[in-house]
């Protein structure tokens, strides 16, 4: 089966290329790197010509709330078109767990507005909502800076490897699309103070973590349910301390 992973370079689009490559699929990795670019459609069709599945996982070069819109609304825009021509049988992208529910951040409308063009394309499709990465923690981490502190929020958090991401999308692919959403999050939840004490006693860091119910989360209040899956998500099987020493 032909495969086309919008966001082929990058950390889970390199992952997933590899899965599935190694289970006998053509994959065209599509990024600006390899000739295709979402925003000018510079080789976008020649890239979906003959494929069945197209994962789009790309990510906006800018958190900026105007421009990250404008990322992710033109980006889908010009894939979900170019699907429609190609005949493309199963769309699948990657969103984030609690999206509706980080409204204060200006990313996070950016993804809600992409979720609804797709559910909207008629294009057959299965949105896939991770969890935060624990690739990402580290600048979770130094968000919360406040002068020789970190002030994190106590509310939980359930970190996922990016290797058990690339796993889930590559299950998604081979499988019918669903025309709706599923959750995957890491093994376990975690309050994101202690996320970030472990993070920094592991890079040597001996800076105090502060818990705030306060603290916000790149400009959004959370509490205990923002960040956390809903009933009966995927699990991922990497735990954030093994993935902290590995």
């Known amino acids: ?23 006998g699929h053509d994959v065209v990795a599509a990024s600006p790197s390899t000739g295709v670019n979402t925003i000018t459609r510079e080789g976008l069709a020649e890239a979906l010509s003959g494929a069945q599945v197209v994962v789009d996982v790309v990510n906006a070069p800018s958190w900026e709330p105007r421009a990250v819109l404008e990322f992710f609304e033109t980006s889908s825009r010009n894939v979900l078109a170019a699907e429609k021509a190609a005949g493309i049988a199963h769309h699948i992208a990657l969103s984030v767990v609690g999206t509706e529910r980080l409204l204060e951040s200006g990313y996070f409308p950016a993804k809600l507005a992409q979720e609804k063009l797709i559910k909207e394309s008629g294009v057959p ?9 624990c690739e990402f923690v580290g600048g979770i981490v130094e968000s919360g800076t406040d002068g020789d502190t970190i002030r994190m929020s106590p509310a939980l958090f359930q970190p996922i490897a990016a290797d058990d991401v690339a796993a889930a999308l590559a299950d998604v692919a081979a499988a019918p699309p669903v025309n709706g959403t599923i959750e995957v999050a890491g093994p376990e939840p975690i309050p994101l103070d202690k996320i970030a004490r472990q993070f920094l006693a592991a890079k040597g860091d001996r800076r105090e973590v502060i818990a705030d119910v306060h603290a916000r989360y790149f400009g959004a209040a959370i509490d205990d349910r923002s960040l956390t899956p809903g009933a009966n998500p995927r699990l991922g099987r990497i735990r954030f301390e093994a993935w902290l020493n590995q």
């Open 125 to 133: 499709y299965t949105i896939l909502r991770a969890t935060q990465f």
């Open 1 to 23: 089966m032909k495969i086309v992973v919008i966001g082929g370079s990058g950390l889970i689009g390199t992952k997933l290329g590899a899965i599935l490559r190694k289970q």
